[in-house]
């Protein structure tokens, strides 16, 4: 089952706590009808718009996070993320290009209430908190990407063949993004046995819940655009 990797240990409880919300993010309607063929190009041109700009972000997160953590083979962990994460905006860019957006056109976009209230919560999370408080609001995205990629790739609901977005399916279920995936659970896990995770269960899952909450409200940004 494509979920499996999902399901176990302190991520698998967070994402179990979320209840509701978390479906309405890896099933938002958004997501169906971008594997159906059927979401509106302005609204997919939103998105991205906004994601580039929320990718900025992220990446001041991850940062932070290395400041965080006391070990090297962590620190080298979330450092990996960071480097991928700036890796892909090039990458991001030229995605864009297909879709008739230049670099500048994203950069002189002002950032959406949904990117801002998104985003700046993490990095909220991660001046005020621990390195285990920031990775409970970071994994909602990283991971829960994977498993809509993995969804959609395992649907036979989904459309592949002349899908527009069928290349952005195919870039969340890659086995390169699922390895990451794969490292940041795993640095989440060991954070969370080092620094308490189970006497903090309650205060950790309200972060997840509500960073999967926000990533809802980010994909229901993109569908207004329509």
Same mark, same amino acid.
């Given at each position: 089952?494509?979920?499996?990797?999902?399901?176990?240990?302190?991520?698998?409880?967070?994402?179990?706590?979320?209840?509701?919300?978390?479906?309405?993010?890896?099933?938002?309607?958004?997501?169906?009808?971008?594997?159906?063929?059927?979401?509106?190009?302005?609204?997919?041109?939103?998105?991205?718009?906004?994601?580039?700009?929320?990718?900025?972000?992220?990446?001041?997160?991850?940062?932070?996070?290395?400041?965080?953590?006391?070990?090297?083979? %962590?620190?080298? =962990? *979330?450092?990996?993320?960071?480097? @991928?994460?700036? +890796? !892909?905006?090039? &990458?991001? /860019?030229?995605?864009?290009?297909?879709?008739?957006?230049?670099?500048?056109?994203?950069?002189?976009?002002?950032?959406?209430?949904?990117?801002?209230?998104?985003?700046?919560?993490?990095?909220?999370?991660?001046?005020?908190?621990?390195?285990? %408080?920031?990775? =409970? *609001?970071?994994?909602?995205?990283? @991971?829960?990407? +994977? !498993?809509?990629? &993995?969804? /959609?790739?395992?649907?036979?609901?989904?459309?592949?063949?002349?899908?527009?977005?069928?290349?952005?399916?195919?870039?969340?279920?890659?086995?390169?993004?699922?390895?990451?995936?794969?490292?940041?659970?795993?640095?989440?896990?060991?954070?969370?046995?080092?620094?308490?995770?189970?006497?903090?269960? @309650?205060?950790? +899952?309200?972060?997840?819940?509500?960073?999967?909450?926000?990533?809802?409200?980010?994909?229901?940004?993109?569908?207004?655009?329509?």
């Amino acid at each position: 089952m494509y979920t499996t990797m999902f399901e176990t240990g302190l991520y698998g409880r967070l994402r179990q706590q979320a209840g509701g919300h978390w479906q309405d993010y890896v099933a938002h309607p958004f997501i169906r009808q971008l594997a159906a063929g059927t979401l509106p190009e302005p609204a997919f041109r939103r998105y991205l718009t906004q994601d580039y700009l929320f990718l900025i972000h992220f990446a001041r997160a991850y940062a932070l996070l290395v400041s965080k953590l006391r070990t090297l083979p %962590e620190m080298r =962990a *979330a450092a990996a993320s960071l480097n @991928a994460i700036v +890796a !892909e905006l090039p &990458l991001h /860019l030229a995605y864009c290009a297909g879709w008739g957006l230049d670099e500048g056109e994203i950069a002189a976009q002002p950032e959406a209430p949904e990117t801002m209230n998104y985003t700046r919560y993490v990095l909220d999370i991660g001046h005020a908190g621990d390195a285990l %408080e920031l990775l =409970a *609001a970071l994994l909602p995205c990283v @991971a829960g990407y +994977a !498993e809509i990629g &993995l969804r /959609l790739l395992n649907d036979p609901a989904t459309r592949m063949e002349g899908n527009p977005y069928a290349s952005w399916i195919k870039n969340y279920g890659d086995p390169g993004y699922l390895a990451g995936v794969r490292a940041a659970i795993e640095l989440l896990e060991n954070v969370g046995r080092q620094r308490g995770a189970e006497s903090r269960f @309650a205060e950790l +899952a309200q972060i997840f819940t509500t960073a999967t909450r926000l990533e809802s409200a980010f994909w229901q940004m993109g569908l207004n655009a329509s």
